[in-house]
């Protein structure tokens, strides 16, 4: 991996982790840039031998445990141990501690005692400790932090040390206690969220799922871009919306833009219908002279629940944008804060109109908009700027026609190892029905003519991934055209998808994915139009998943074959919107 892209993936992967644990002390995983080793999960044996189930991440000086929610599996930090002077010691399975058991001391003699699933994993978990600690010092120096109290008495000086208070300072105990995360930490009027993201819902889940994350901190990174729209032409010239209710299947399709639902779901001859009908994916697509605003939104689940939420969600969304788009929208800044707001009303509208707010569906959001900008605010003269706003696994991802490449633009937003769960949501899914944030994200990227956006719903990019091909990491890799060497230890790891950690498992499937999509894209014969590059991706996820529609076809009452090999493909309600990168001059 070339060394700017493992810089980028180090950052994005401690902040990911930083914002995923709740109670931690600010700033606890991402400061000083360290870097992670390895994670995964392990019980911790307490003095009364009782485990307790906790998650484990080891980085390049320190140890971060933290206890798991066995009903939520969320993750709440526990601790903090640094490895410098530490001693671990390999302990014998015993009936009173149980096995796989590995024994840390911590300088000053506290000793943690972990005890790990099979020998193997405390056997590889020993080796990478031990490694570590063998490149720390043997003495800790009085700075040092070797607990969570030294770290957050050691933060606390470093700040007061370039900031000095203009009152006396307060007792210890006191400059401690404000230090330790409150429950009014939490809350959004302190956060300046009261007056500009209207739903309180909304903001509580931003506050709780990306603590101590302000809104201003949100829009700083775009804020430093200064870059600046060109004047919008006020005129609305193209406006498109679907899947129809009537025909869930139709295509809708201008010369700048075309979308397209399908569902790859096997048909049932007994319900004289398919599998997971009514399509839940909902698209909408507004068009300015030199705009354009596009909304996905993708059910969760299947029914009539989850497909009135996408509807809502979606419709709400782009009249949002709709009323939000005129000369005041000066930055692109200003639009970020936009798609956040109509993404907090979108919410909103989802619980309208119900008694019991937890009848109400859920489902995924992404929503982006292309801008003509001034070609000297931009870092290389670009004329134009696509930024998306993405809740839960939808993809946005962007083809050079210059490069003949295709990015994904949303990298990160899904976790491989959960299937079926989205990472996000709008629509009552957590405390009083507020949404799940989690993966919440804003991404951006800069456009030159002619280029075009796509945005693809799950069902699309999940057969585009090697696991659900049949495909190991290391075939996976080679058919990419992967060239960089892999060491004896990753060529070993890339046999299995299962021993691969999150972070190089989501790197190898995003190579791969991205590959399919050029190869598929370059390979359409002049000229590329956005419907026949709709069409071509949409005719790949129903040829790709054949084989296994066909199977439950001849044999719906078994379940789902798991042979990736001889049944590739994940069979789903598909959406892909395809637009072009241009000025639009006729209705």
Same mark, same amino acid.
């Given at each position: ?217 949100? $829009? ?5 871009? #200064? ?17 129809? =209710? ?28 398919? &599998? ?53 929208? =000066? ?20 619980? +309208? ?16 908009? $292309? ?61 009083? /029905? ?19 956006? $796509? $945005? ?66 370059? /390979?359409?014969?002049?000229? =590329? ?9 949409? +005719? ?22 798991? &042979? ?21 001059? #006729?209705?």
């Amino acid at each position: 991996m070339a060394p700017l892209k493992r810089e980028s993936q180090k950052i994005q992967t401690l902040y990911n982790i930083n914002n995923s644990l709740h109670g931690n002390p600010p700033n606890l995983v991402s400061r000083d840039m360290k870097e992670l080793i390895r994670e995964g999960p392990v019980h911790v044996v307490s003095d009364k031998k009782v485990k307790k189930k906790c998650y484990m991440y080891l980085f390049d000086k320190e140890l971060v445990l933290t206890e798991v929610n066995t009903i939520t599996d969320e993750k709440v930090f526990d601790s903090l141990y640094s490895l410098a002077g530490c001693e671990l010691k390999d302990i014998a399975d015993n009936s009173a501690y149980g096995t796989g058991l590995l024994q840390i001391t911590i300088q000053g003699g506290k000793k943690v005692i972990f005890s790990f699933f099979t020998s193997e994993e405390k056997k590889s978990w020993f080796q990478d400790i031990k490694r570590i600690i063998s490149k720390m010092p043997k003495k800790v120096t009085k700075d040092s932090p070797t607990s969570t109290k030294d770290y957050i008495r050691h933060e606390h000086e470093r700040v007061i040390k370039v900031t000095p208070p203009k009152s006396p300072n307060p007792p210890l105990k006191t400059r401690l206690q404000s230090l330790i995360p409150k429950d009014t930490d939490f809350n959004p009027t302190r956060m300046g969220l009261e007056e500009k993201i209207p739903s309180m819902k909304f903001r509580q889940a931003l506050c709780k799922q990306h603590s101590r994350r302000t809104l201003e901190c949100m $829009l700083e990174p775009f804020d430093k871009k #200064r870059i600046v729209l060109t004047p919008l032409a006020t005129k609305e010239l193209l406006h498109i919306e679907g899947p129809d =209710i009537q025909d869930q299947e139709q295509e809708r399709f201008t010369d700048v833009v075309a979308a397209r639902t399908v569902s790859t779901f096997p048909y049932s001859t007994e319900k004289a219908k398919r &599998d997971g009908d009514p399509i839940a994916d909902c698209y909408r697509f507004l068009a300015y002279k030199n705009r354009m605003v596009a909304v996905l939104t993708d059910g969760c689940g299947s029914g009539t629940r989850p497909l009135l939420a996408a509807y809502k969600c979606a419709t709400t969304m782009i009249n949002e944008m709709k009323q939000s788009q005129n000369n005041q929208s =000066i930055t692109l800044r200003d639009v970020v804060f936009q798609l956040l707001r109509a993404a907090s009303k979108s919410h909103d509208a989802i619980l +309208d109109g119900r008694k019991e707010i937890w009848e109400a569906g859920t489902t995924t959001l992404l929503a982006g908009v $292309l801008m003509e900008v001034e070609r000297q605010t931009t870092p290389h003269n670009n004329e134009w700027w696509f930024t998306c706003l993405s809740v839960g696994n939808c993809k946005a991802f962007h083809v050079s026609k210059k490069n003949k490449v295709v990015t994904d633009i949303t990298y990160g937003n899904t976790d491989s190892t959960i299937p079926r769960d989205p990472g996000g949501r709008l629509g009552p899914y957590l405390f009083s /029905g507020a949404p799940d944030l989690r993966n919440l994200m804003v991404c951006d990227i800069s456009c030159d003519l002619d280029d075009m956006i $796509l $945005l693809t719903s799950h069902g699309v990019h999940e057969n585009f991934d090697p696991e659900n091909n049949g495909l190991t990491p290391l075939e996976a890799l080679r058919e990419a055209e992967y060239t960089e060497i892999l060491s004896e230890r990753e060529t070993q790891e890339a046999q299995s998808w299962a021993t691969l950690d999150p972070i190089t498992s989501q790197f190898y499937k995003n190579s791969y994915r991205s590959y399919k999509l050029t190869e598929l894209i370059n /390979g359409i014969k002049p000229p =590329i139009t956005p419907r026949v590059v709709t069409k071509n991706i949409i +005719d790949y996820c129903t040829r790709n998943t054949r084989s296994v529609r066909e199977y439950m076809e001849l044999n719906p009452n078994n379940r789902y074959p798991n &042979d990736y090999k001889l049944y590739p493909g994940m069979m789903e309600h598909s959406t892909c919107i395809t637009f072009q990168v241009e000025r639009i001059y #006729r209705s």
